[in-house]
């Protein structure tokens, strides 16, 4: 029987069996994943790692426990957070976001001790955390600032102004961006607005009035001051922190408004300039400064736009803060008490508050400055609250503060503690009626002064009287009573009020003993007119005060001297602006204290730094007359050092150029130096020594740095490096000067009559007088010009101990080795331009047997003479001089051996003399 074959199916049923995996279908979907932990080290510590304050508790659980509800867990958990980071300042950097979210909900916490708390915690992290930490939490905390201030209990509120104080210490830009919520809140803590039927039908009423609360634990005028105050400071930060905000009155810049211009001059310093040491860069749209205001932001600030930065805005806030302003100011005023008070007389509270109420003003007024159509919205400000500010303002201005005087129980105290209240009340009138006063003298001009003359007088009769009655104002005082005569002057045009403005400012400049911040800045209030007299202003220009100021200012500066460089270098800018403008009053009192200024031993020039004595240097240039007393006074300016070379150089230059050899015309006979004070000058820095000088080192025989030889008369004595190279260079000058004189011959007479004159029969002279004197004859001489006898003999011994000097000298010291640079070039210019120079020189060198150790000396001068090409011609002219010198050389060497520098000789002179002249020794 035949197998039965099995049939192949197409789906084969597959057979599970007990046990077995059950195999995984084709279309089965791969569920699996991979995991990987994320370590995060701050999130895995646990509780126990966390810092802890006294009670054994750390951050965690004190920000746990700000959320309960029982408000003496909440005090406690603020008292531990402050104690916790006190301890363990690295808290808040690690913390801070959970710091400020949980901590800024307290500031409206019901309980005023947790509010207070809280407030002290507030205040002791702020200075802990930076402006960048608290940027991205900032928002936060200004919203629960802003429902703090417009919270219905006044506890809050009185706490919110204490939170805005810490905040404003340390975060005003962040704040400042917040302005549009703030500014608001500020109007609805002391006023709320006024619904009505007429401001409905489009009346002109106000929409805000003055709220009175009676709740508050203070009076409503002390808490106007309060919230005034802070919105005093509030917008001062606004203002610094504004790109376009206002400069400093108090530094007298120049005004728009009063048609003058300010002109930013680029100091260059030529000589820097052309050996590249300084470069001059422009800027597009914005000369020699950067433009720094950026008309775009890369991101836009919150408020922005709606804050006070719009001039529509900021118009809109003005109109519905200044009249609440004015309701102020009015329930401040005397007038509405009953009883016999005068207008002028105001309590102190009231005093406070209205000085509040013109600062605000005054940050307003600057907040409109500097913007587009400035002089419209001065337009605009002048029409809307002239009128009212001169009906409450002025009414009864100069205003004073009444004698609040308590009595006390010890006698013996009573008075000093009257004298300083006294003196509290004069101070705080003082700024009340200052602040009044720039405030409405900053709301006239040059044009509108003659319509505003009523009271525009009774302010100039306030600010003289203040000057003028003797005593000493503070800084702050008098900075403000500046800002009003500087604006008074610039916009009134009538003469005699400006002067009697100007000669009571002169008054405060004439008192004693005031401060330096005080005499700046009275220096910088009459230089900044004076430097104005090329505008438009005549009585500026014409005014008497301001020449008696500029001609005491030499006298001034010399009495000053040293005391005070800073203050030494702004009056010398200004007698320097003077002077360049010919001011005759100056130049004249200039004159009179020359010698003060310029004295060689303790004038001002050598005593100021050096950065100032540029210049005063500066300033000989516009002297009317320099006499040969001041010429010699300025050689030993050159010469003793107290001067830098370059400084020295320079007054050379400028002397020069005074001297009819430096290109004046003939107009001004009377202005030039004198030839013979001239030449006198010139010979006196030459010698670089005084004759007192001179004298001192003829009794210094024993002094170790004396250079002396047996065949010259003439001893050296050895100057430092620093003063041989300052001296070096001053006669390097001095030579240019000199060849300037038409007549060559002419100068060399003079130059040699001064010689013979003073310097022969000088047995000592300083290495660096003898060589300039070298350098200078060898430079100047003129071919036909034949020297004397007495001139030649000087120059001789000069020049043989300069070479004696330069051989003997150390060869390793390196300020030898510079001296030997200089000195041997102005002995060989000297030896190659006068052919008489060196046979005489050799002449002298007469060798006997006394003089062995100097032999080497002579054999050595020799061969360096010998081997210079521009000598050759004459030593060829004097070879026998020369063979006679080294026979006997020869011949009273007492060695038996011949040494190398001998040698060295001889092979010289065959080599250059021998062919011109026979050998016999």
């Not at 052919?835 to 000396?857: D, H, K, W």
């Not at 010198?885 to 000789?905: A, C, G, P, S």
């Amino acid at each position: 029987m035949t197998k039965k074959r099995k049939r192949q199916d197409d789906f084969q049923k597959i057979k599970l069996k007990v046990g077995k995996i059950k195999p995984r279908a084709d279309n089965a979907t791969n569920t699996s994943f991979k995991t990987r932990a994320i370590h995060v080290p701050e999130q895995l510590k646990s509780d126990a790692l966390l810092p802890t304050n006294y009670r054994k508790l750390n951050v965690k659980d004190l920000l746990t426990q700000l959320h309960h509800y029982n408000s003496g867990i909440k005090q406690g958990a603020l008292n531990g957070l402050k104690d916790l980071v006190s301890q363990h300042p690295s808290v808040i950097a690690s913390h801070i976001s959970n710091i400020l979210s949980d901590l800024a909900p307290m500031f409206t916490d019901k309980d005023p001790m947790v509010r207070s708390a809280a407030i002290q915690l507030l205040q002791f992290i702020t200075p802990k955390i930076s402006s960048d930490q608290m940027a991205p939490f900032f928002p936060l905390v200004s919203a629960h600032l802003s429902s703090a201030m417009t919270h219905i209990l006044e506890g809050i509120q009185e706490d919110a102004l204490k939170i805005l104080d810490i905040l404003l210490e340390h975060y005003p830009e962040l704040l400042t961006e917040c302005c549009n919520i703030l500014l608001k809140n500020f109007l609805e803590l002391i006023s709320h607005q006024k619904l009505s039927k007429g401001l409905k039908a489009g009346g002109k009423m106000p929409s805000w009035m003055l709220s009175v609360n009676l709740n508050r634990r203070v009076t409503s005028q002390l808490w106007r001051l309060n919230v005034l105050s802070r919105l005093r400071k509030f917008l001062q930060a606004v203002v610094e922190g504004s790109t376009q905000s206002v400069e400093n009155e108090a530094t007298f810049k120049s005004d728009a408004r009063t048609g003058s211009e300010r002109v930013t001059t680029l100091q260059v310093k030529w000589d820097n300039y052309v050996t590249g040491q300084q470069h001059i860069q422009l800027y597009e749209h914005s000369g020699s400064q950067p433009m720094t205001v950026i008309p775009f932001r890369l991101r836009p600030s919150l408020g922005a736009e709606e804050g006070l930065s719009s001039v529509e805005n900021l118009k809109g806030f003005i109109q519905i803060l200044i009249p609440l302003l004015l309701e102020c100011w009015v329930e401040a005023s005397p007038g509405q008490l009953t009883g016999p008070t005068p207008g002028s007389l105001l309590e102190p509270e009231a005093v406070q508050l209205k000085l509040q109420v013109l600062n605000i003003i005054q940050l307003l007024w600057k907040l409109m400055q500097h913007r587009d159509e400035t002089e419209k919205l001065e337009f605009w400000l002048r029409n809307h609250y002239l009128g009212d500010f001169k009906d409450n303002f002025m009414k009864h201005f100069p205003y004073s503060m009444l004698e609040t005087l308590k009595h006390r129980k010890k006698d013996w105290d009573k008075k000093d503690k009257q004298a300083s209240t006294f003196m509290n009340i004069a101070d705080h009138s003082l700024a009340l009626n200052l602040a009044l006063c720039q405030v409405m003298v900053s709301l006239t001009n040059s044009v509108t002064v003659h319509q505003d003359s009523d009271w525009l007088d009774q302010i100039r009769k306030f600010v003289t009287e203040n000057l003028s009655d003797g005593r000493k104002l503070a800084c702050q005082q008098l900075s403000g009573i500046l800002v009003l005569v500087w604006r008074l002057v610039l916009i009134q045009h009538n003469r005699g009020a400006t002067e009697e403005l100007l000669k009571a400012v002169y008054t405060q400049y004439q008192q004693q003993g005031l401060a330096l911040s005080i005499r700046t800045m009275l220096l910088n209030f009459f230089s900044g007119l004076y430097l104005r007299e090329k505008t438009s202003n005549l009585q500026i220009a014409r005014s008497k005060v301001l020449s008696r100021w500029l001609a005491g200012l030499p006298l001034q500066l010399a009495q000053l001297g040293s005391k005070n460089p800073l203050l030494s270098a702004q009056l010398i800018d200004v007698i320097h602006v003077a002077a360049a403008h010919s001011n005759k009053e100056l130049l004249q009192s200039l004159q009179s204290n020359v010698y003060r200024l310029y004295d060689p031993q303790d004038g001002t020039l050598v005593l100021l730094p050096s950065e100032t004595q540029h210049s005063l240097v500066q300033l000989v240039y516009f002297l009317p007359r320099i006499s040969s007393e001041l010429l010699s006074c300025l050689s030993r300016c050159c010469t003793m050092g107290r001067l830098s070379t370059k400084l020295a150089i320079n007054l050379i230059r400028i002397l020069h150029t005074r001297s009819s050899f430096g290109g004046w015309g003939p107009s001004l006979p009377n202005s030039l130096v004198t030839d013979v004070d001239y030449f006198s000058f010139l010979f006196s820095t030459l010698t670089g020594f005084s004759g007192e000088e001179l004298t001192w080192l003829q009794n210094s025989s024993s002094n170790p740095h004396i250079s002396q030889s047996q065949f010259s008369s003439i001893h050296l004595y050895a100057t430092d490096l620093d003063q041989f190279v300052h001296h070096w260079e001053i006669t390097e000058v001095a030579c240019q000067c000199l060849s300037s004189v038409p007549s060559r011959i002419q100068c060399c007479d003079i130059l040699q009559s001064a010689i013979c004159k003073h310097l022969v029969g000088v047995n000592l002279l300083p290495d660096s007088t003898a060589g300039s004197i070298l350098k200078t004859v060898g430079q100047l001489i003129d071919p036909a010009f034949i020297p004397n006898d007495c001139l030649l003999n000087f120059l001789v011994g000069s020049c043989y101990s300069l070479l004696y000097f330069i051989l003997t000298s150390e060869k390793n010291n390196r300020g030898n080795v510079q001296k030997r640079e200089f000195l041997w070039g102005a002995c060989l210019t000297a030896l190659a331009r006068i052919p008489r120079l060196l046979r005489l020189m050799l002449q002298n060198l007469r060798v006997n047997g006394a003089c062995q150790g100097e032999l080497p000396v002579i054999a050595q001068i020799l061969r360096l003479l010998l081997q210079q090409t521009q000598l050759r011609q004459h030593m060829v002219a004097n070879a026998a001089m020369v063979q006679q010198v080294i026979q006997d050389i020869t011949n009273f060497k007492t060695d038996d051996f011949q040494e190398q520098w001998l040698t060295d000789l001889h092979y010289y002179f065959r080599i250059y003399l021998a062919a011109s002249f026979p050998v016999t020794y």
